[in-house]
């Protein structure tokens, strides 16, 4: 295990726990480089058998504010892909899912798109009143990714996952609270210690144990998360090429409504 991983901070702490940190602030949007940096991590933390719970957390103000459509990085590797290619970033999406250690992330301020469905590849999440959670990929004219399809209603349910799913709509740490998508809710200069906290809780017991029944509790969920993003990579490439999804772009960085067109 490494001190860095790309914009990946690693630091171990008391208890058996260790504290990944996202190093983009203030909105830390992700790509594909850094979620291969944070699945490599990952992957040799498992090798740590000192380590029994890891700390998911980001610098600045939010813990992950999405894709940053504007990037040069990002409509380069959009032209690569055929209609046809899965998207790499899911790739690397499932190899975190595959990772085998308890996960608590720390979601102070938005967790976007994206970076909603990296909050849910967490085993527990740790929000405040300043958290903010949405998958509003209908207002940017395409589908949801990462595995949200599957993830946000194994978690909230069918009918939940649809309201916010159709309608792009934000939800507050109250709501998360309500609804299962956040687990302790505490003021936002706490997060990060409440998550701290529950990891060294977990990291108090059996680490073979711990494995396994974490196994248990996810039975087949990489497997699932691989399935469905075969559909939501190949959907979200050919909707990414239309007209609507660049208003959406357009409109969401305006912050007014789209004007969309369809067909």
Same mark, same amino acid.
């Given at each position: 295990?490494?001190?860095?991983?790309?914009?990946?901070?690693?630091?171990?702490?008391?208890?058996?726990?260790?504290?990944?940190?996202?190093?983009?602030?203030?909105?830390?949007?992700?790509?594909?480089?850094?979620?291969?940096?944070?699945?490599?991590?990952?992957?040799?933390?498992?090798?740590?058998?000192?380590?029994?719970?890891?700390? =998911?957390?980001?610098?600045?103000?939010?813990?992950?504010?999405?894709?940053?459509?504007?990037?040069?990085?990002?409509?380069?590797?959009?032209?690569?892909?055929?209609?046809?290619?899965?998207?790499?970033?899911?790739?690397?999406?499932?190899?975190?899912?595959?990772?085998?250690?308890?996960?608590?992330?720390?979601?102070?301020?938005?967790?976007?798109?994206?970076?909603?469905?990296?909050?849910?590849?967490?085993?527990?999440?740790?929000?405040?009143?300043?958290?903010?959670?949405?998958?509003?990929?209908?207002? =940017?004219?395409?589908?949801?990714?990462?595995?949200?399809?599957?993830?946000?209603?194994?978690?909230?349910?069918?009918?939940?996952?649809?309201?916010?799913?159709?309608?792009?709509?934000?939800?507050?740490?109250?709501?998360?609270?309500?609804?299962? =998508?956040?687990?302790?809710?505490?003021?936002?200069?706490?997060?990060?210690?409440?998550?701290?906290?529950?990891?060294?809780?977990?990291?108090?017991?059996?680490?073979?144990? =711990?494995?396994?029944?974490?196994?248990?509790?996810?039975?087949?969920?990489?497997?699932?998360?691989?399935?469905?993003?075969?559909?939501?990579?190949?959907?979200?490439?050919?909707?990414?090429?239309?007209?609507?999804?660049?208003?959406?772009?357009?409109?969401?960085?305006?912050?007014?409504?789209?004007?969309?067109?369809?067909?």
């Amino acid at each position: 295990m490494k001190d860095k991983y790309g914009d990946v901070a690693v630091t171990k702490l008391d208890g058996h726990v260790v504290q990944c940190e996202i190093q983009r602030p203030p909105n830390n949007f992700f790509d594909l480089a850094l979620i291969k940096d944070l699945s490599e991590c990952f992957e040799d933390i498992d090798e740590e058998k000192d380590i029994r719970a890891i700390v =998911l957390c980001a610098e600045g103000k939010h813990f992950c504010a999405g894709a940053n459509f504007g990037s040069n990085v990002r409509a380069a590797e959009l032209e690569k892909r055929t209609a046809s290619d899965r998207n790499p970033l899911y790739d690397e999406a499932v190899r975190l899912f595959r990772c085998k250690k308890p996960v608590v992330a720390a979601v102070q301020g938005a967790a976007v798109g994206g970076g909603f469905g990296l909050a849910l590849m967490a085993d527990f999440r740790i929000v405040c009143p300043a958290t903010r959670m949405t998958a509003n990929f209908v207002k =940017l004219g395409f589908t949801p990714g990462f595995g949200l399809t599957h993830t946000l209603e194994r978690i909230v349910g069918a009918q939940r996952a649809n309201l916010l799913f159709l309608t792009g709509r934000r939800i507050n740490g109250e709501t998360a609270l309500e609804w299962g =998508l956040g687990d302790i809710f505490t003021e936002v200069e706490n997060v990060r210690d409440a998550a701290i906290e529950l990891a060294q809780e977990i990291a108090e017991n059996a680490p073979l144990a =711990l494995l396994s029944l974490r196994d248990q509790m996810r039975p087949g969920l990489a497997d699932a998360v691989n399935d469905v993003t075969t559909i939501e990579s190949r959907e979200q490439k050919w909707l990414q090429g239309t007209n609507d999804h660049k208003e959406g772009v357009k409109a969401v960085g305006e912050k007014r409504p789209g004007n969309f067109t369809g067909p």
